[in-house]
């Protein structure tokens, strides 16, 4: 079976199965590199390879090629995710009779807490858009939607009005995998909303749109994020993903236990939330480090 052939169908197959467009992009973008890396080692051309000509050597061989190529372990780790997948639904198929890759260990990941601001930056950065204008409310929008509600900025894009419920102060989100939860909105957040509608003129459905009045991108919601961190004059880079880590921290610091963070984040497991309690720990020390007379003694 013609390997690009089955790399369509992969596709269609996770499309069927409510995969993300992004996640499926990736997927495409991760097999197809490895694709065409095992064409290379076959001497022939990828429109030419064969599934069943990708043995555990072509594969082990590739991870050696990411590691020379220097690629960090968490991209390692996610295109070795992407091929078991590949591999896993070719054998469901019948079309390979074993996985290649499936002796193949992932690299351990290192602990790296995810970046958060502190609560006097959050409010800066909140502070930051001109709310005269309409884009200036969809900006305060969007920094209190990341933050007040944890939002992925995937989720944010894909918010339609009819999602939000201002009476209920509630919030229907679609996540990974378009599963769907409900989070509460925030009184800055509900504030902010009904300005930004108020001065609306267009009968688009998108909660968010450009200045085209178009559904703003994620690509978008960063150039947005980027010039509020510069007029906010925080001294650190600020990524929306961050917004969401911040807001768990805080959630944590305050007080709220974690399976409802994790419920509130859209996790399926537990563990992808406990990383923040050891992000407080280490903020704690930190604190301790900077202010015990103690700590500062060699």
């Known amino acids: 079976m013609l390997a690009y052939q089955t790399l369509d169908d992969f596709s269609a197959y996770l499309t069927a199965k409510n ?41 082990r061989s590739y991870t050696g090629f990411m590691t020379d190529r220097k690629l960090n372990r968490k991209s390692i780790a996610r295109k070795l995710a992407a091929l078991r997948s590949f591999f896993k639904y070719l ?29 006097e930056h959050m409010e800066k950065l909140l502070g930051a858009p001109q709310t ?40 229907r989100v679609k996540g ?16 902010a909303i009904s300005a930004y509608l108020d001065v609306r003129t267009d009968s688009q459905a998108a909660l968010i749109l450009n200045y085209k009045d178009l559904r703003l991108t994620s690509r978008s919601v960063r150039r947005i994020i980027d010039k509020l961190e510069k007029k906010a004059n925080l001294n650190q880079h600020v990524h929306p993903h961050m917004l969401r880590h911040t807001f768990a921290t805080h959630l944590l610091d305050g007080g709220a236990d ?41």
């Open 132 to 171: 005269e204008t309409k884009n200036g409310w969809r900006d305060q929008v969007i920094i209190e939607l990341l933050y007040g509600s944890g939002l992925r900025v995937s989720e944010l894009v894909g918010l339609n009005i009819m999602d939000v419920d201002l009476n209920s102060s509630l919030l």
């Open 91 to 119: 054998c469901r198929q019948g079309l390979v009779p074993q996985s290649p890759v499936q002796k193949i260990t992932t690299p351990k990941m290192g602990k790296n807490l995810p970046r958060f601001l502190f609560r």
């Open 176 to 191: 990974k995998g378009r599963k769907e939860r409900i989070v509460p909105l925030t009184e800055p957040s509900k504030r």
């Open 19 to 59: 995969f993300s467009e992004l996640t499926i992009s990736a997927y495409q973008t991760d097999l197809l590199q490895f694709l065409g890396y095992a064409a290379h080692e076959l001497g022939k051309d990828i429109e030419e390879l064969d599934v069943r000509e990708i043995d555990k050597y072509i594969a």
């Open 258 to 298: 974690l399976r409802s963070v994790q419920e509130l984040l859209g996790h399926k497991k537990l563990s992808s939330t406990q990383i923040y309690t050891h992000l407080t720990r280490e903020k704690l020390r930190h604190v301790y480090m900077d202010s015990h007379p103690r700590a500062k003694l060699t």
